[in-house]
């Protein structure tokens, strides 16, 4: 990974520590909302690369009470490179992890779980129209992803290894 200053402005813009780790705090927070324990952390992975995504991002929201499965067999096209996506963005969302960690929003339990302090991210998004629909999408797909309860069958329904 370049040091911060090498890099360019529009990588600075979007993958920006603190933005993506908000967008991780969401994802995590509708988690934790939907089933009262901790995230995996295997599957805040998933969170960047499916809610950064435009095209995705757009169809997760447009289908907001489906369940993830149902999203998954309505729009295949969301498992077409998203394997490849998700390892890019590795660096940048443990990027975000580390931000996240040293601004005291986030705590790790011995399992590797995933948990948002309380009164440490704000109730009410705000931001640009795709900043809120990145966070939006991304409490949204931690519910989701919540309800399915086995991270295998979430990697093996994504066409992703885990």
């Known amino acids: 990974m370049k040091l911060w200053h090498q890099r360019p402005r529009e990588i600075r813009n979007l993958f920006n520590p603190a933005f993506c780790g908000l967008v991780l705090a969401r994802g995590v927070e509708g988690f934790t909302e939907q089933v009262s324990r ?29 369940y993830f499965t149902t999203i998954l067999q309505e729009h295949p096209e969301i498992r077409v490179d998203l394997a490849k996506r998700a390892r890019s963005l590795v660096p940048y969302t443990m990027e975000a992890f580390g931000y996240l960690m040293a601004c005291g929003v986030i705590e790790v339990d011995d399992a590797g779980c995933v948990a948002i302090r309380n009164n440490t991210v704000r109730k009410t998004i705000t931001g640009s129209q795709d900043s809120k629909d990145c966070q939006t999408v ?25």
């Not at 998933?46 to 809610?51: D, R």
């Not at 931690?142 to 290894?161: E, V």
């Open 38 to 66: 901790p995230m995996p952390f295997s599957l805040t992975l998933l969170i960047l690369p499916l809610c950064l995504h435009k095209r995705t991002r757009e169809q997760i929201k447009e289908a907001n009470r489906a």
């Open 138 to 162: 991304a409490r949204s797909l931690g519910r989701k992803l919540a309800l399915i309860n086995d991270r295998a069958t979430i990697y093996t329904t994504l066409g992703i290894r885990p």
